[in-house]
C-alpha cells in the first residue's frame, strides 16, 4: 500500500535551536497536514497545506506542500520545552466521503533540551 | 464545545471478552473515524463513518465492529477481545469540506490479557 517516509524518526536539539523534518513518498498527494502528539494525547492538527508550493505559518511553524505533490516539510524556529512531542505528517488522496484515504507517516519524535 | 470525547480512558479485557468503545464530538462534523495506535506503527484506520447512516472499513478491521449511532456518536465493538488488539484507540471526526483535517479525541488505552 501506499506509505510515507517521515525524517528523521527523532531529534534531540538543544532549546532555542531550529528544527527540520520532512515527509516524502512516491504517490501524489492533494493535501498535506503536519499534526503534534503531546504525550497521552490524540493528535491536534498544526497546519494543512492544499495547494502546491504552498507555504504556510502558524506562529513559529513553517510547512511547505512540495511542488511535485510528493512531499513536505516543516520547519520549527526557536525551539522551546513545549514543542517536545512526536510530530505526525499525513497526505490525503481523493475527496471527502468513500474516496478519501489519509497515509499517515510513523512520526518524528522530538525532545528539547532546556 | 467538549469537541470529541471518548470513554473509557482506560480499560483491561481478559482475552474472548467483549466491550464497546464510545466516541462522541459536538461541533456537528459529518465524518468519524476509529484508529488504533501502536509503537512503532503509526497511525492505522480501523473504521470511518463519511455521514450517518453509513460505514466502511479501514485498514484493519478485522475483529472490529461499529455503529454510527446519531451524528454525534461513533461506537467501535470488540466481540471477542484478543492480546493482538491491546492498543490505544483514538476517534477523530472531521467537518464537511475539510477533508483531512481530523479533530482527535484523547483516546482510550486497552490491555488484554
Not at chain 1, 492544499?50 to 511547505?64: I, M
Amino acid at each position: 500500500g501506499q506509505q510515507l517516509n517521515q525524517s528523521p524518526q527523532s531529534m534531540f536539539i538543544q532549546e532555542g535551536e531550529d528544527v527540520s523534518m520532512n515527509c516524502t513518498s512516491s504517490s501524489i498527494f492533494n493535501t498535506w497536514l503536519w499534526y503534534k502528539q503531546d504525550p497521552g494525547e490524540g493528535p491536534v492538527l498544526l497546519i494543512a497545506l492544499y495547494k502546491a508550493g504552498e507555504l504556510t505559518s502558524n506562529g513559529r511553524l513553517t510547512a511547505q506542500f512540495g511542488i511535485t505533490r510528493k512531499d513536505s516539510f516543516l520547519n520549527i524556529s526557536a525551539s522551546i520545552p513545549s514543542d517536545v512531542g512526536i510530530y505526525f505528517c499525513a497526505g490525503l488522496m481523493g475527496n471527502a466521503g468513500n474516496n478519501r484515504k489519509l497515509i499517515w507517516g510513523l512520526g518524528t519524535s522530538l525532545a528539547v533540551n532546556p | 464545545n467538549a469537541g470529541v470525547t471518548q470513554t473509557p480512558k482506560f480499560q483491561v479485557l481478559k482475552t474472548g471478552q467483549s466491550m464497546t468503545l464510545q466516541c462522541a464530538q459536538d461541533m456537528n462534523h459529518n465524518s468519524m473515524y476509529w484508529y488504533r495506535q501502536d509503537p512503532g506503527m503509526g497511525l492505522r484506520l480501523i473504521y470511518y463513518s463519511a455521514s450517518e447512516g453509513t460505514t466502511d472499513k479501514g485498514e484493519v478491521p478485522n475483529g472490529y465492529n461499529v455503529s454510527r449511532l446519531n451524528k454525534r456518536e461513533f461506537s467501535l465493538r470488540l466481540e471477542s477481545a484478543a492480546p493482538s488488539q491491546t492498543s490505544v484507540y483514538f476517534c477523530a471526526s472531521t467537518p464537511r469540506g475539510l477533508a483531512g483535517a481530523e479533530f482527535f479525541g484523547p483516546g482510550t488505552r486497552l490491555t488484554v490479557l
